[in-house]
């Protein structure tokens, strides 16, 4: 009940505020409700893990469902605050347990505020931060930030708090863990642009000689990446090479290296795509790079992020987009991975699995701000013979997602 009254404050105060001549603000969002069926996702080997929980049985469906509310004030002298109000963010149950009893039924997902001063902007609060979709994309760091801006260059200077957590361990006044670094996008031209970010970890948390804290480890190291995009003659080029440090990463053997490159030509309502890229020593992308069957896109992901600890990959993957008509669009994939174990795995084994995907998504528009869109998805594992020797199965997983979604 709490919570649905400080909910309902603050939309009502939002209410009186737009009215108001010393401000403006602007609401806006978001809406969906989805249906999912996953079969085989632990590949025949007695169940699998669905959205990170084991399920014993090999099938399973299920609906869930979100309103996402975007607050967006305006103060008279250029001064800004946004926010975003999640409701009911949550699977089905059938009797609304899941919607009754979740923490974050009606949560904040992020809240800051930017003061600009001068050619510049401060900025603080729990940001939405979107570096790059194999890098780090909507991800929700507490940052204090200096933000200069123009046509041709959009630069960060950032302050983030990394943990400031109260342990038995730790304080909360001694400056945990920050991190500091530099975001800079610049337009090379109208066809080129080239974007840089780097941090550094520093980590000065405190450790007991058994090391219970967290994971255990200092954390402190370099994180970056470094991504081109550009067009030649209608051709469209991607390229990007990530770095993290082996002690951010958790204490690895060696550092992580990541990088694709991508080309794709739009011809008419068609455009292909071909993407070619790595991980290598537990390097992993975030879960916005991928696919259908690989990535965290979709619901209906096997695999939530392409590379991960212990692991090497490397991939070939073929996209083709086609508009049908200005309601339709279609999109498939013909994706095919390697992945080989490295020395932060139990076993270090070459080949240790193929993976082959091929999937498609549809997404029609009924009216403006409301489309219905569905997903279909194969990813068959072939693994390396020790596997199957030692009974291992590798059945194809099937996914499957219809969803309707407004956005206001």
Known sequence: MKKVLVAGAALLLVGGMVGSAMAEVNLSGDARVRWMVKDSYGFGNDGGYVDGQWQSQDTTNYFDSRIRVKVDAKAKGGAWAKARIRMN?????????????????IWVDYAYIGVPV???????????????????????????????????????????????????????????????????????????????????????????????????????????????????????????????????????????????????????????????GFTKDSYAADGDFGWLMVGDIQPIAVIKNVGG???????????????????????GN?????????????????????LLEISGEAVYTVSEGATLQTALGYLQPSYD??????????DGAFGFMASMNIKF
Not at 89 to 105: A, I, S, T
Not at 322 to 329: P, R, T
Not at 385 to 394: E, I, W
């Open 309 to 331: 600890y212990g692991l090497d990959w490397a991939w070939v993957a073929g996209t083709v987009d086609y508009a049908v008509s200005e309601n339709l669009k279609l999109t």
């Open 118 to 276: 001068g050619p510049t902007t401060l900025i603080g609060g729990e940001v939405v931060w979107d570096v790059t979709k194999f890098f780090q994309w909507d991800v929700r760091p507490t940052v204090a930030a200096l933000n200069y801006k123009n046509d041709t260059v959009d630069i960060y200077g950032l302050w983030i708090v990394e943990d400031d957590d109260v342990n038995a361990y730790d304080n909360l006044d001694d400056n945990n863990m920050r991190a500091y670094g530099i975001y800079a996008k610049a337009n090379i031209n109208a066809d080129w642009s080239v974007l840089g970010y780097g941090l550094y970890n520093d980590d000065q948390r405190d450790y007991n000689s058994d090391l219970s804290s967290r994971n255990g480890v200092d954390n402190s190291g370099f994180l970056g990446t470094l991504n081109v995009t550009g067009n030649v003659a209608g051709l469209g080029i991607v390229g990007e090479i990530a770095y993290v440090n082996s002690d951010v990463q958790g204490n690895t053997e060696n550092d992580g290296w990541g990088g694709y490159a991508e080309v794709s030509y739009a011809m008419g309502a068609l455009t292909p795509a071909l993407n070619i």
């Open 89 to 105: 963010d949550f699977r089905w149950d059938g009797q609304g347990y899941g919607m009754v009893d979740e923490k974050k039924n």
């Open 334 to 354: 013909l994706v095919w991975t390697s992945i080989d174990s490295n020395d932060d795995a139990i076993a270090d084994v070459d080949r240790l699995a193929d």
């Open 385 to 394: 013979g020790r596997a199957d020797a030692a009974g291992v199965k590798d």
